[in-house]
């Protein structure tokens, strides 16, 4: 069964014949591996950022920044600081979109990533509630707003450009490859707090231990840095762009003729976005406050969670090229349905059970997330992708996963984790429903 998801392709494209081979054969000569190798190192180091945070705010903020606080107090504080990003993040798109008008692709990714670093070495280096007092707190939320416009600034749309250009019997392997920076992301990130809490004591950890992370996420972000401006400032990579028509357009108008799609796609990566972040964050936030296992357990399963959500990502590129991705989006958002109805009896139980929730979602989560980027984007005629997609994916990121470990927390701290179900399955009828409802503009 075919959608609109997978009908707006340029008839006039000369789709690749293998992954090594050049894109346009005869204009721009730019592998299709090397365009991967450049999504996937950018992403991975953008994600790693946030995650970065995301643990930092239920490990190290509540001592730090909100003593005064107890210990839930101070993660729902932080949580608050850590929606800020994705709120800001439309607002670094709109901006950047109009750098990248006024003078060029390479300096807004320059601009962009050298905010993005000074941001996080901003945090590194940040003192804490006891030195500064409120002024640490508000420096915190102006850093992390900064991160936030950074991040809207990034979009280099080397994931459209693999997209339109994929053949079409593998659109869905192509459409995943920019989606493994999250798990692996994350992985890294877990990784090197996991290393970190594991060879310091509690004093040390929250002193300074914390910090070196940080400081990780800078040095990622200047190697990722040269790794794509060697790629989008080559003459090739210019000119296949503008083949492809992927050039930013001013906002309003893309808003005015193509901003049903904005929506659209949006609301059909619900499920998955409302996942992303109830897996990878929240539940060391609520297993922490339970005190049923150890930090370090906690941190070794999401690494290897993180290996189990690179592998749903793989996975999904084969199944959605076998049965379609907007099949593959429903049926899975359908699973994730079923597994909300049991995230209560899962995080609510031992440690066998909080363990399953957490490798089971990472499953569920790479399985969609791995084809999220694709259902968003693909209604969007070329013209309009480049920003399309840049805003769609913030709009998904703010209404999916931006308040979704504060809502998740202080809901079920107070009226159990049913809250949790809830929110999962709210976000399952909006993909489902997008889903339905794009088909049936399809097929007018």
């Not at 962009?112 to 280096?125: E, I, P, R, S, Y």
């Not at 083949?243 to 309003?252: A, G, K, V, Y």
């Not at 979704?404 to 179900?421: D, E, I, R, T």
Request: with cysteine; charged share 10%; glycine share 12%.
């Amino acid at each position: 069964m075919s959608s609109t998801f997978e009908q707006h392709q340029d008839p006039s494209a000369q789709h690749l014949a293998g992954d090594d081979e050049p894109l346009h054969a005869g204009h721009s000569h730019v592998a299709p591996s090397e365009i991967a190798v450049g999504v996937v190192i950018g992403r991975a180091s953008e994600y790693f950022d946030f995650f970065v945070f995301g643990i930092a705010c239920v490990l190290v903020f509540p001592s730090v920044f909100f003593p005064f606080e107890d210990r839930l107090g101070g993660m729902l504080l932080s949580f608050v600081i850590f929606s800020l990003a994705f709120v800001a993040r439309p607002l670094g798109t709109a901006l950047f979109m109009e750098l990248q008008r006024r003078w060029s692709r390479g300096m807004k990714l320059t601009v962009a990533l050298f905010l993005l670093g000074t941001a996080t070495v901003g945090m590194a280096f940040l003192p804490g509630y006891d030195v500064l007092g409120g002024r640490a707190v508000a420096l915190l939320a102006f850093f992390r707003i900064l991160q936030g416009i950074a991040l809207g600034g990034s979009w280099d749309g080397l994931p459209s450009l693999l997209a339109m250009n994929a053949p079409s019997k593998r659109r869905g392997w192509y459409a995943m490859l920019g989606q493994l920076g999250a798990p692996i992301g994350f992985m890294i990130a877990s990784g090197l707090f996991l290393f970190l809490h594991s060879n310091l004591n509690n004093g040390d950890f929250i002193e300074w231990g914390w910090r070196y992370p940080f400081f990780v996420a800078f040095a990622i972000n200047v190697v990722a840095l040269f790794a794509r401006l060697r790629l989008v400032v080559t003459e090739e990579y210019i000119q296949l762009m503008e083949e492809r028509e992927l050039e930013p357009i001013s906002i309003p108008k893309m808003l005015r003729a193509q901003g049903y799609n904005l929506f659209l796609g949006a609301f059909a990566a619900l499920a998955s976005f409302a996942l992303f972040h109830l897996i990878t964050v929240f539940p060391l936030s609520w297993i922490v406050l339970g005190t049923t296992q150890s930090v370090d357990s906690v941190l070794v399963v999401q690494v290897i969670g993180a290996g189990v959500g690179i592998l749903g990502t793989i996975a999904s590129g084969f199944i959605a090229d076998r049965i379609g991705r907007r099949t593959t989006l429903g049926s899975v958002a359908c699973l994730i349905g079923v597994f909300s109805l049991a995230a209560p009896w899962l995080l609510g139980g031992g440690r066998v059970a909080q363990d399953a929730f957490i490798l089971i979602g990472f499953a569920l989560l790479g399985l969609s997330y791995g084809q999220a980027a694709g259902a968003m984007t693909s209604n969007f005629s070329s013209r309009f992708r480049y920003t399309g997609a840049a805003l769609t994916s913030d709009l998904a990121w703010l209404l999916g996963a931006a308040f979704a470990p504060l809502v998740a927390l202080g809901l079920s701290s107070h009226y159990g984790l049913v809250a949790v179900s809830l929110y999962l399955l709210s976000g399952v009828c909006c993909t489902l429903l997008a889903l339905r409802v794009n088909r049936a503009l399809g097929t007018r």
